[in-house]
């Protein structure tokens, strides 16, 4: 038997014994609930930013397919804060739309407008009549053929003017001889051609032209006789 020292002892130890395997007991409860509390955290976490993403996928997934009239109807705020990829495409479609209306170099500030096909003749007969002139000698045939489509007593378009006969008679004899079909069109006659579109005139009203050095004389003569002279220049002479 033991004694009640020995017994108290024992007591003693027991209750020791209960304190710190409660104490213990109690941390570990504690540790193992802020665990499970941060677990949780992570995982409502992790589950937000899940739907969060696909919410955009969906969003973007919808405007991709969105049809033209719909996109149409959107409103002005909700475009004000689209990407700035696409106003910089409606610039671009925009210029492109702008640059197909602009008028071309040749056309631009022409008071004359032509046909192609009385463009053609005008350039083959001015090259063909002043193959050897210079700007200005071109500028002046351009400008007779551009009178008289003004005259009333001569026909209404360029080609008309150019290859009208008198008489049976071709008006301009690189018509006669068939040197309009065979000529090249030089870089310097389209210039000559341009500005004389354009509606620089030398010519003081001139109808006719004749190179005293190569007409027939009988021709000539008709043209002193009959017209009334203006002016010389490079070997022509100017008559109205």
């Not at 919410?55 to 969105?66: I, L, N, P, R, S």
């Not at 192609?116 to 002046?140: F, H, N, Q, T, W």
């Not at 065979?182 to 509606?199: F, H, M």
């Not at 009988?218 to 002479?237: C, D, I, P, V």
Request: aromatic fraction near 8%.
């Amino acid at each position: 038997m033991l004694g009640l020292a020995g017994m108290l002892l024992m007591a003693s130890a027991d209750t020791k014994d209960v304190e710190a395997t409660g104490k213990i007991s109690y941390e570990s409860e504690n540790v193992q609930e802020d665990t499970v509390r941060t677990a949780g955290l992570e995982a409502a976490a992790c589950s937000l930013a899940v739907e969060e993403k696909a919410v955009w996928e969906e969003a973007e997934g919808a405007a991709a397919e969105m049809p033209a009239e719909t996109a149409a109807e959107i409103p002005a705020e909700t475009v004000a804060e689209m990407p700035a990829e696409i106003p910089a495409e409606a610039e671009a479609r925009l210029e492109e739309e702008m640059e197909e209306t602009e008028p071309t170099e040749a056309d631009s500030g022409r008071v004359y407008e032509l046909s192609e096909e009385d463009y053609d003749a005008l350039l083959r007969l001015v090259e063909a009549e002043a193959s050897g002139e210079d700007i200005k000698g071109k500028m002046l045939v351009a400008n007779v053929v551009l009178n008289r489509v003004e005259s009333s007593s001569f026909p209404d378009t360029v080609k008309e003017v150019i290859y009208q006969r008198h008489n049976g008679r071709a008006q301009f004899s690189p018509v006669a001889t068939g040197k309009i079909d065979r000529v090249a069109v030089s870089e310097e006659t389209v210039e000559a051609v341009e500005r004389a579109l354009c509606g620089e005139d030398e010519s003081c009203g001139a109808l006719y032209f004749v190179a005293p050095a190569y007409a027939d004389a009988a021709n000539h003569r008709w043209f002193q006789k009959n017209l009334t002279w203006l002016f010389s220049y490079n070997g022509h002479e100017f008559y109205t």
